[in-house]
């Protein structure tokens, strides 16, 4: 390799992690600015311009106040139990609709297939009243379940471990019949853990989707109680008025969890790239 070759690569290099570096500050960013309005005293403006984003001290007055003026640990246990709930459900209807689909032979597969696939293109807002009427006849107006019930199927999850479970190689199938392994035991032991980054993934996505409903709950729910977190700090909103400070602590320990998550689902998907690539 030549010196100008090397001074070339050094160069590229140099030029991709100055954009990574670049592109972290744009996304870290509005985090950053999150953190420091609900460290800072009141005695600090939170809109200076430049931005000023050491609190001087920092406090965690408001993060106290978030606390206390709501009730703010019931909208954190709701929402704990909606993702308790939804979650693995999801994953698991996900999971049962999507293996047909991609292993088994029946007539109007495809078509079935395609049907499920063109919900995606629909607005959510669009399908608010018709699940509210279906809701309502139900008799889970107002309920957990009401919330929940609406949240277990998805497109995305079925088209996602459709596409997962339909690359899985054909020999591993048949190498689990040969060992004796009927339709369950091949989707159990073989289809499952050959998709668990897939699984990893959607387990992100509907946590966070969960975690940050606002519209469905909003819509079916009349009891403040059942409110998710995301409307509870709606609610805080409109109790505190025009304290961002609050505001800001409220949302910070929202994302805990979420981040908490993001870490631990993390590990999952890095060791199943890890094991494709040795594959």
């Known amino acids: 390799m030549t010196a100008r070759t090397r001074r ?24 950053v600015v999150l953190v420091s309005s609900s460290l800072k005293p009141a005695t600090q403006d939170v809109f200076s311009f430049p931005p000023d984003f050491i609190p ?5 007055d408001w993060f106290i106040r978030a606390w206390t003026v709501i009730d703010f640990p019931r909208y954190l ?89 339909a690359g899985v190689p054909q020999e591993l199938d048949d190498a689990a019949r040969i060992d004796g392994c009927k ?3 091949v989707f159990w032991h073989v289809m499952l853990p050959a998709a668990k980054p897939a699984f990893a993934v959607l387990a992100i996505f509907g946590f966070i989707s969960v975690w940050n409903s606002f519209i469905w709950p909003l819509v079916v729910l009349k009891d403040t109680s059942k409110y998710p977190i995301a409307l509870g700090i709606a609610y805080l909103t409109g109790v ?27 590990r999952h998907i890095l060791e199943g790239m890890k094991g494709a690539v040795k594959g």
């Open 56 to 60: 001087r001290p920092p406090v965690v």
């Open 183 to 185: 339709e369950w035991g």
């Open 8 to 31: 070339r690569r050094t160069s590229t290099l140099a030029g991709n992690y100055v954009l990574l570096i670049i592109l972290a500050i744009i996304f870290i960013g509005p985090f």
């Open 240 to 266: 505190t008025g025009t304290d961002v400070r609050s505001l800001a602590a409220g949302t910070v320990i929202s994302l805990i969890p979420v981040l908490v998550f993001f870490l631990v689902m993390q």
């Open 77 to 165: 246990l709701n929402s704990v139990i909606y993702v308790g709930v939804m979650v693995p459900a999801y994953l698991a209807v996900s999971a049962l609709t999507a293996y047909p689909l991609a292993r088994m032979r029946f007539r109007l597969r495809t078509v079935v297939f395609f049907l499920f696939l063109s919900t995606m293109f629909l607005p959510g807002e669009l399908m608010l009243i018709p699940r509210f009427l279906v809701v309502s006849e139900l008799g889970l107006a107002d309920s957990y379940a009401g919330v929940m019930l609406p949240g277990i199927l998805s497109a995305i999850g079925i088209f996602l471990l459709r596409q997962t479970f």
